[in-house]
């Protein structure tokens, strides 16, 4: 139980062009879901966090504009990368959370920004 | 700011060692201590998991040691295999966000 997907699991697209990555859990309703970037040989740095029919918290640094987050359903959040750039080009992870407790996370989505 | 520290950032060790991470926290506030396994392009998956009120637990070859009082905890792989090489990572948490050390990368050579 407690499966996360996403989708795509790699996007290579050009810059300036805006990317979409879905986040869903499977078997289970997430009452909250969380966003992260990793950068190659770094730790996952929390992006934001959302809950289901509610805006995203970002974390600081973080701009709500070019990282576009929506959480329209408990089982689906995407996370939309807006006139991407190069610099944009990381491994974007998700997790899902049950009632703020244990977090699942997704396989990750690897995006290339050429 | 790193609000966990994680040492060291990578270690080798052979088949049938032990491999130990250490964390160490400031924030008195977390309450929950979990390690995750990472595998190259893959996303982190929950290893073993502990609260502050108890200073150990064990799932099979995998154990944490929680010190409350020196705000540290470590893991202990035992019998270390090839199948363990991967990043480690230990986070904590107060309510619902989640920090993370820098991870420990493992190299267990057969």
């Known amino acids: 139980g407690a499966v996360v997907s996403q989708h795509p699991s790699r996007v290579i697209c050009k810059s300036g062009t805006s990317v979409k990555i879905e986040c869903r859990s499977l078997?289970?309703?997430?009452?909250?879901m969380f966003w992260y970037r990793q950068f190659p040989k770094q730790s996952l740095m929390l992006m934001a966090t959302?809950?289901?029919?509610?805006?995203?918290?970002?974390e600081q640094g973080v701009e709500k504009d070019k990282f576009l987050i929506n959480h329209a359903s408990l089982t689906l959040s995407t996370l939309t990368v807006t006139s991407a750039h190069p610099e944009d080009s990381s491994f974007y992870i998700c997790?899902?959370?049950?009632?703020?407790?244990?977090?699942?996370f997704g396989p990750g989505t690897r995006l290339t920004v050429t | 700011q790193q609000q966990v520290k994680q040492s060291p950032q990578s270690l080798i060790v052979q088949k049938g060692g032990i491999s130990i991470i250490n964390c160490a926290y400031e924030n008195t506030a977390f309450d929950y201590f979990p390690w995750y396994q990472q595998f190259p392009g893959k996303g982190p998956a929950l290893l073993i998991a502990i609260r502050p009120d108890v200073s150990e637990k064990k799932e099979g070859r995998f154990t944490i040691s929680f010190n409350k009082s020196a705000k540290q905890f470590s893991l202990h792989i035992m019998d270390s295999q090839p199948g363990d090489s991967a990043t480690y990572f230990c986070a904590g948490r107060p309510l619902y966000k989640l920090s993370f050390g820098a991870g420990t990368t493992v190299t267990v050579r057969a």
């Open positions: 997790s899902a959370s049950i009632r703020a407790y244990e977090q699942y």
């Open positions: 959302s809950n289901e029919g509610s805006k995203a918290t970002y």
């Open positions: 078997d289970f309703q997430a009452t909250t």
